[in-house]
């Protein structure tokens, strides 16, 4: 049982443009989402995050936008850079301090110059 | 500040055998988790600790892993005996102890190791 979706395997965009990456959540106790990039070899590092009392978070060229009604959230990256291309995993946790992650199966991100 | 460190990188055993992980967390980082990358799919927590504590070990396999955080700083994970299915990239991830403050507070980020890649035979 799938909480956190990713039903996008891998995307492509042109640099310059927006990048939009999905997640669905299926879990109605969660209170917190990020954003983790994850390179070839490397583990996940930490991208953005948003907590439910809110609907938009930014971050330089990185927007996640969160619709608690549809259980959606988006990560958008404007303009998109050659350096972005990468794995985004979505994660999402029950609030209480430190509780574990919850993660997509992600998303693989290509940025062609 | 030095990240969290984890060894080995890689690692390729038959199976049946044995074989463990060693994590250090950040510096002063009380709480550390492993997960289970396996391929296509993303991180599963496998068990967490607070301090030498556990928080949470309800998705670790405990007929075949194990793990321990002695003095509450480092950690090792023990798979024995390995199965086929246990081929995965095993993280580790550190944060600084739980704080209280809602959710305007903000969430503890978890930092990650590079990761063990395991091949089982």
């Known amino acids: 049982d799938q909480q956190v979706k990713q039903n996008s395997p891998s995307l492509s965009v042109q640099e310059g443009r927006i990048s939009i990456l999905n997640c669905d959540y299926t879990?109605?106790?969660?209170?917190?989402f990020l954003w983790y990039k994850k390179y070839p070899a490397e583990g996940p590092t930490f991208l953005i995050s948003i907590s439910s009392i809110k609907d938009k978070n930014e971050d330089g060229r990185f927007t996640v936008f969160l619709n608690k009604s549809a259980k959606h959230l988006s990560l958008h990256i404007v303009p998109s850079q050659p350096g972005d291309s990468a794995v985004y995993f979505c994660?999402?946790?029950?609030?209480?301090?430190?509780?574990?992650?919850?993660f997509g199966k992600g998303t693989r991100l290509s940025v062609i110059a | 500040e030095a990240g969290v460190a984890q060894s080995p990188r890689y690692k390729i055993i038959e199976k049946r055998q044995s074989v463990a992980f060693w994590c250090n967390p950040i510096s002063g980082h009380a709480t550390l988790y492993w997960y289970q990358q396996i391929l296509g799919q993303g991180p599963k927590l496998l068990i967490q600790f607070q301090n030498n504590g556990v928080v949470d070990d309800s998705q670790l396999p405990k007929d075949r892993f194990s793990a321990e955080r002695l003095k509450g700083v480092d950690s090792t994970l023990k798979i024995q005996p390995a199965k086929l299915e246990d081929s995965a990239v095993y993280l580790c991830?550190?944060?600084?102890?739980?704080?209280?403050?809602?959710?305007?507070?903000?969430?503890?980020?978890?930092?990650f190791g590079p990761g063990t890649r395991l091949t089982v035979l």
């Open positions: 991830a550190s944060s600084l102890e739980s704080i209280s403050g809602g959710l305007a507070g903000g969430y503890n980020e978890q930092f």
């Open positions: 994660a999402a946790s029950t609030y209480s301090g430190n509780t574990p992650l919850v």
């Open positions: 879990n109605s106790m969660f209170d917190y």
